[in-house]
């Protein structure tokens, strides 16, 4: 028999696909999110987490963002 899961895929590059890596191992077990790793830059998550991660993505770049000062 054959279980389907809804999700949604990931294509990145591997030091992002390492940021949500790290996101994801932070959460509890029950919280977690990645389905599955199909490669270093691939990876299929739980839908219901896609606003989550583009939320912790833009404020880490936020964080590591230089502005010249003036």
């Not at 389905?35 to 991660?53: G, K, Q, R, W, Y």
Request: hydrophobic content about 45%.
């Amino acid at each position: 028999m054959v279980n389907a899961i809804k999700g949604l895929f990931i294509s990145c590059d591997v030091p992002m696909a390492q940021f949500i890596i790290n996101l994801n191992a932070s959460m509890p077990a029950s919280e977690r999110f990645i389905v599955h790793m199909l490669d270093p830059t691939h990876m299929f998550v739980h839908p219901h987490v896609a606003e989550m991660i583009r939320s912790k993505i833009a404020e880490f770049r936020d964080q590591n963002s230089y502005e010249k000062p003036q």
